[in-house]
């Protein structure tokens, strides 16, 4: 059982911690809220304006003071834990156009007291090491689309920032010097100190710590989140939804686990719809592995945010907060593989070629189905059992082929053998669709 530090949320009082009591997290009303107007933040008795910081060992939560007349969109702690950034736009702002005044990104130490104040920037990122603070500055149009115009770099070391010409909806840190730039529908890497672009294969900006999945934040489909497999190409949004009823919930914003020896589980939420209920009654937070999509470890509570040092996570549990450790989760451990060979052709008058893809899989991990792509969950048939290198039993979803195994009657369903000679399915209809053959293959 992971151990809990709860924090009954009596009240939300100012602090000025010294330096042996910093914060350990950060965040907004917003990040907490459920798509219902704010009403779950009204039934915890939590202000709808306002900076909260996490502290270790405390029974009661804290607040900083924030500018008056205007609305907090997020908040992220300094992994230095000394410093918080918070986006927000005044209430008396022009709400479009380029007039910049209303909305910022402020830096503040955790008594409250401004450090820094960056007019027109909406989104922002820590470094890993807390000394640099990324910004994408935009504005939103008469329609109110968002239009990115520039991003930006602060060093708390010099107090001053840059503004840089790249234009990107989101950018997210990668690897020292590296920032991830969401421009247009791409993924381009930036190199601060060269200034150059280089082009990558992810499909968001938010790259798992073994490079393999992304996340794209801030989309108007999967609940405002979608989860990529790059290596693969597929959108993966819905497979953690159809599994196991995990959709992000609000301002909630799921996570890569980054401490310890990281790869790629994401922190997500677990609950059957998309506003959370009373007391958060039945929700929970999980790690998905979105290469086996299994939940490798849940514990209840709607998650909020992680920890400044990216250990842990803060829950709502009931009417109080919880941090559960997550540094020392890891993915299932990969088995032997096999390298299963998949030609697709579709048929209707004739067959046409559609395409033929090779895929590296072990047991428990899922073949993507390149035929239907139906939006649900890019991932399809399942591999059971890697039997010996000659042979493999793979899960097929039922009603929806008919399996001809060589020298096998045909089925409609269930675990079905693979080998070298190909095994057919046969999209179950009688107006066309798609033919799928399964080899292994060296």
């Given at each position: 059982m992971h151990p809990v530090i709860l924090f009954a949320l009596l009240a939300a009082l100012p602090v000025d911690p010294g330096p042996a009591d910093l914060p350990i997290a950060a965040f907004t009303a917003h990040q907490v809220?459920?798509?219902?107007?704010?009403?779950?933040?009204?039934?915890?008795?939590?202000?709808?304006?306002?900076?909260?910081?996490?502290?270790?060992g405390l029974s009661m939560p804290a607040?900083?003071?924030?500018?008056?007349?205007?609305?907090?969109?997020?908040?992220?702690?300094?992994?230095?834990?000394?410093?918080?950034?918070?986006?927000?736009?005044g209430w008396d702002a022009p709400?479009?156009?380029?007039?910049?005044?209303?909305?910022?990104?402020?830096?503040?130490?955790?008594?409250?007291?401004?450090?820094?104040?960056?007019?027109?920037?909406?989104?922002?990122?820590?470094?890993?090491?807390?000394?640099?603070?990324?910004?994408?500055?935009?504005?939103?149009?008469?329609?109110?689309?968002?239009?990115?115009?520039?991003?930006?770099?602060?060093?708390?070391?010099?107090?001053?920032?840059?503004?840089?010409?790249?234009?990107?909806?989101?950018?997210?840190?990668?690897?020292?010097?590296t920032l991830f730039l969401e421009i247009a529908n791409r993924i381009e890497a930036l190199d601060l100190e060269s200034g150059r672009l280089s082009h990558t294969n992810h499909r968001g900006p938010d790259v798992s710590p073994?490079?393999?999945?992304?996340?794209?934040?801030?989309?108007?489909?999967?609940?405002?989140?979608?989860?990529?497999?790059?290596?693969?190409?597929?959108?993966?949004?819905?497979?953690?939804?159809?599994?196991?009823?995990?959709?992000p919930l609000g301002g909630f914003q799921p996570f890569w686990v980054r401490a310890g020896s990281a790869g790629h589980l994401k922190c997500t939420t677990i609950g059957e719809g998309p506003s959370a209920p009373a007391r958060q009654a039945g929700l929970a937070t999980g790690l998905f592995d979105p290469r086996t999509l299994a939940m490798v470890a849940r514990f209840p509570g709607k998650p909020i945010v992680p920890t400044a040092d990216g250990r842990g996570v803060v829950v709502v549990r009931g009417d109080s907060l919880a941090v559960e450790p997550i540094a020392d989760a890891r993915e299932p451990a990969r088995g032997r593989t096999v390298r299963l060979r998949m030609e697709v052709q579709t048929w209707g008058r004739g067959l046409r070629p559609l395409g033929t893809w090779t895929h590296s899989v072990a047991e428990g991990e899922w073949?993507?189905?390149?035929?239907?792509?139906?939006?649900?969950?890019?991932?399809?048939?399942?591999?059971?059992?890697?039997?010996?290198?000659?042979?493999?039993?793979?899960?097929?979803?039922?009603?929806?082929?008919?399996?001809r195994v060589p020298g096998v009657p045909a089925t409609q369903a269930g675990t079905t053998s693979v080998s070298r000679v190909p095994t057919r399915l046969r999209t179950n209809s009688t107006d066309g669709g798609y033919v799928i053959d399964l080899s292994i293959v060296d």
């Amino acid at each position: 059982m992971h151990p809990v530090i709860l924090f009954a949320l009596l009240a939300a009082l100012p602090v000025d911690p010294g330096p042996a009591d910093l914060p350990i997290a950060a965040f907004t009303a917003h990040q907490v809220w459920s798509t219902d107007d704010g009403r779950s933040i009204a039934s915890l008795g939590w202000p709808h304006q306002a900076v909260f910081l996490v502290h270790r060992g405390l029974s009661m939560p804290a607040s900083i003071k924030v500018p008056a007349r205007c609305s907090l969109y997020e908040a992220g702690l300094a992994p230095t834990r000394d410093l918080v950034a918070y986006s927000l736009i005044g209430w008396d702002a022009p709400r479009f156009g380029n007039d910049p005044s209303g909305w910022a990104v402020v830096v503040a130490d955790t008594a409250g007291r401004e450090q820094a104040r960056f007019p027109g920037a909406r989104r922002f990122q820590w470094s890993p090491d807390g000394a640099r603070l990324a910004l994408a500055y935009a504005h939103h149009d008469t329609n109110w689309s968002w239009t990115p115009e520039a991003i930006g770099l602060w060093r708390r070391s010099e107090g001053a920032s840059r503004r840089r010409p790249q234009v990107a909806a989101d950018l997210r840190w990668g690897d020292g010097d590296t920032l991830f730039l969401e421009i247009a529908n791409r993924i381009e890497a930036l190199d601060l100190e060269s200034g150059r672009l280089s082009h990558t294969n992810h499909r968001g900006p938010d790259v798992s710590p073994d490079g393999r999945f992304s996340l794209r934040h801030y989309t108007s489909v999967a609940s405002g989140t979608q989860v990529f497999d790059d290596q693969d190409s597929l959108d993966l949004s819905h497979c953690a939804l159809y599994q196991h009823g995990a959709p992000p919930l609000g301002g909630f914003q799921p996570f890569w686990v980054r401490a310890g020896s990281a790869g790629h589980l994401k922190c997500t939420t677990i609950g059957e719809g998309p506003s959370a209920p009373a007391r958060q009654a039945g929700l929970a937070t999980g790690l998905f592995d979105p290469r086996t999509l299994a939940m490798v470890a849940r514990f209840p509570g709607k998650p909020i945010v992680p920890t400044a040092d990216g250990r842990g996570v803060v829950v709502v549990r009931g009417d109080s907060l919880a941090v559960e450790p997550i540094a020392d989760a890891r993915e299932p451990a990969r088995g032997r593989t096999v390298r299963l060979r998949m030609e697709v052709q579709t048929w209707g008058r004739g067959l046409r070629p559609l395409g033929t893809w090779t895929h590296s899989v072990a047991e428990g991990e899922w073949v993507p189905d390149h035929a239907l792509m139906l939006g649900a969950c890019d991932r399809h048939f399942r591999i059971a059992r890697i039997v010996d290198p000659e042979h493999v039993e793979i899960e097929i979803p039922s009603g929806r082929y008919i399996v001809r195994v060589p020298g096998v009657p045909a089925t409609q369903a269930g675990t079905t053998s693979v080998s070298r000679v190909p095994t057919r399915l046969r999209t179950n209809s009688t107006d066309g669709g798609y033919v799928i053959d399964l080899s292994i293959v060296d």
